[in-house]
């Protein structure tokens, strides 16, 4: 197989993980921001609260780094050599990619919470808990600093990676593998700035695609190759992690795991693109991430999880496992059954809420 060849299979991968990567990023969402501590008693509730720690807090951990080296790699892919106008020609793309949805996505939580708060004081309710956290929070913490949608940080960071593209490049063309090992050593060993745009994980995974991209290097050589090692490296990292969960060393732990952890699991999607149904299927969704990606927490994750709780399978801890375990599915079925109807009815509109990342029916 020619290098372009292995290139394209490569960037085939890419979009196969998406779909699978979105899945856990509204697994995340299903849990408490902060990670709790795991108990190793055989009851049902400590099972659930083991294995909604494990997914929530540190395999669905795993998407956005994913989704920085994605956007990195792309980023970089193409020109064979940075210029100032394909900078400038990058910039223009994300306007509508990143930018105008960005704004869209916001500003519509913004309006939901606004019409909801004016319904409930109709119906005599009086303001709801997020009406008030909407008036306590300033513009710039609504649209930049939390922002309203909360997992619409990655896309805010992601836009000031894309305006640093430039440093990015002149770093890691004259430093290569020595500024990759770094960006690296800084990820692992710096605390977060706490600037948001200029997050951590950030700079660590766009670095790392952007590196990628402008060497064109095809990963999956050493994937095969090493998959295996990293994976098993992985299992040790997420136990010391889980271990010192509740304290300042188990973050430099839960930093290694997702490190080591990325080249198994680019081995395991290169063995699943070998089904090529599945492979199909997978890369057929990859249009309808973004979408997921910007409404699950909007409203339906969260009634949902407000239905589950009001019957009597939350008072069980059997329960709320099977409850934690398909949520996230129904909430996704519930998004895409919305995604192809808009794009057979509303195709345009479609298009524009997501960045012109659909392709119509």
């Not at 990567?21 to 108990?39: G, N, T």
């Not at 795993?62 to 400038?88: E, R």
């Not at 922002?147 to 836009?159: A, C, G, Q, T």
């Not at 693109?273 to 991430?289: A, D, G, M, P």
Request: proline fraction near 4%.
């Amino acid at each position: 197989m020619n290098p372009e060849s292995k290139l394209k299979n490569q960037s085939e991968i890419i979009e196969m993980l998406r779909f699978p990567l979105i899945i856990l990023v509204v697994f995340v969402h299903m849990a408490p921001l902060e990670p709790q501590a795991v108990s190793w008693r055989f009851d049902s509730y400590s099972l659930y609260s083991t294995i909604s720690e494990i997914i929530s807090h540190h395999i669905g951990q795993l998407a956005v780094p994913f989704f920085f080296v994605f956007s990195g790699y792309l980023f970089f892919l193409k020109d064979q050599q940075w210029t100032f106008n394909n900078y400038i020609q990058q910039l223009h793309k994300r306007l509508k990619t990143l930018l105008i949805p960005y704004l869209f996505w916001n500003i519509i939580v913004i309006l939901i919470i606004a019409l909801m708060n004016t319904l409930f004081n109709a119906l005599g309710r009086g303001n709801n808990e997020n009406y008030s956290a909407l008036k306590e929070n300033s513009v710039y913490d609504l649209m930049w600093s939390l922002p309203v949608n909360i997992p619409l940080w990655y896309v805010r960071d992601l836009m000031i990676m894309v305006l640093l593209s430039p440093l990015f490049y002149y770093f890691l063309s004259r430093t290569k593998i020595l500024g990759l090992a770094i960006l690296l050593l800084l990820y692992l060993a710096v605390p977060d700035l706490g600037i948001p745009g200029l997050s951590g994980v950030a700079i660590m995974y766009f670095g790392l695609g952007s590196y990628l991209g402008m060497f064109k290097y095809n990963v999956l050589p050493f994937c095969e190759q090493y998959g295996k090692l990293f994976l098993l490296l992985s299992f040790i990292f997420l136990g010391l992690d889980l271990y010192y969960i509740n304290e300042f060393i188990g973050q430099y732990f839960f930093r290694c795991f997702v490190v080591s952890t990325l080249p198994g699991v680019f081995l395991m999607a290169v063995r699943f693109s070998e089904k090529k149904r599945l492979k199909n299927i997978l890369k057929s969704l990859s249009q309808t991430v973004f979408f997921i990606y910007a409404i699950h927490t909007v409203y339906f994750l969260g009634k949902l999880k407000s239905i589950f709780t009001a019957t009597q399978l939350s008072n069980s801890g059997w329960g709320m496992l099977a409850g934690y375990l398909i949520i996230p599915f129904i909430c996704v079925l519930i998004i895409l059954g919305i995604y192809y109807s808009m794009n057979r009815l509303l195709p345009k509109t479609l298009s524009f809420i997501t960045g012109s990342r659909v392709k119509q029916l």
